[in-house]
């Protein structure tokens, strides 16, 4: 069974940076696209990034595109979202996404959801 956790979130003032991580467990990491949704209070929760399985083609959300860098790191089974120049409207719990088929390259998530982490930007 894939296991997801996510690390990374906190309270940061608009203009700083967070990087969040996702450790995943339980299958074979490689073999598994992996995207960042985030829902922020009273809205759905929304597609922010996605990485392919060797990291070569990532995709993002307009939101995201020019502020936000996902990578993974196959070898400690993790992926990243980096995410600068961060606005009051980012704040919202981040979740990571591990999808084995590819779907969430369009934005739609797979089967498996890490417990989210909290990010709150002030401004």
């Known amino acids: 069974q894939v296991q997801l956790v996510e690390s990374g979130g906190g309270l940061v003032q608009a203009g700083g940076s967070l990087r969040l991580s996702c450790k995943f467990s339980?299958?074979?990491?490689?073999?598994?696209?992996m995207g960042w949704f985030r829902q922020a209070p009273g809205k759905e929760r929304a597609f922010v990034a996605a990485?392919?399985?060797?990291?070569?083609?990532?995709y993002y959300a307009d939101s995201a595109k020019g502020r936000f860098t996902i990578s993974r790191d196959n070898a400690e089974n993790t992926v990243y979202l980096q995410m600068n120049s961060l606005k009051p409207e980012d704040t919202a719990i981040y979740y990571c996404?591990?999808?084995?088929?590819?779907?969430?390259?369009?934005?739609?998530?797979?089967?498996?959801w890490g417990q989210g982490t909290q990010v709150t930007v002030s401004s």
């Open positions: 996404n591990a999808d084995p088929m590819g779907t969430v390259v369009a934005g739609k998530a797979g089967d498996y």
């Open positions: 339980g299958r074979i990491f490689s073999r598994y696209f």
């Open positions: 990485i392919n399985r060797s990291g070569s083609s990532t």
